[in-house]
């Protein structure tokens, strides 16, 4: 845990309960966390904050803005916006068939390859895979999807 201490956690959430059961795992793990209910309130915390991962819901109060605030980010000049590492948690490929990642055996795709961020995982992920997924995000540094 000790080489996780100073890495800082966006969690861009509006589920309230969702947020806090992430921030609960991810400060169990020795991650310093923020929050932001929505994507203007993700992107502002972005700037002001320099995370270094943003977890990433997609379906907020505004449909799909988390998709727009990859996109934001994806274009921001300042490259250490830019080229934060995301790992998107999300509910959508459940609620309307849309296809973020590789299914199993499908070797046509890899994650990033349209949605440029590191990591897709469902939010019935379990703990132990959403904590390795953060830890294998965050050992590759800060790079361009």
Do not use: N
């Not at 800082?8 to 806090?20: F, H, R, S």
């Not at 609960?24 to 972005?46: H, Q």
């Not at 490259?79 to 590789?102: C, E, H, M």
């Not at 703990?127 to 999807?145: D, F, M, N």
């Amino acid at each position: 845990m000790a080489d996780t201490a100073a890495k800082k956690i966006l969690i861009v959430e509006d589920d309230p309960d969702a947020a806090e059961a992430l921030r609960i795992l991810l400060e169990s793990e020795g991650y310093e966390t923020a929050t932001a209910a929505d994507a203007r309130a993700g992107l502002a915390k972005v700037r002001a904050e320099r995370p270094d991962l943003v977890m990433l819901d997609v379906m907020m109060p505004a449909g799909t803005e988390g998709f727009h605030l990859v996109w934001e980010l994806r274009k921001d000049p300042d490259p250490s916006l830019r080229d934060v590492p995301i790992v998107v948690l999300t509910a959508i490929q459940k609620a309307v068939g849309l296809k973020l990642r590789p299914e199993a055996g499908d070797t046509d795709y890899q994650p990033g390859e349209f949605l440029p961020v590191q990591a897709f995982l469902d939010k019935t992920a379990s703990s132990a895979e959403l904590i390795a997924t953060v830890k294998r995000v965050l050992a590759k540094g800060k790079a361009s999807a």
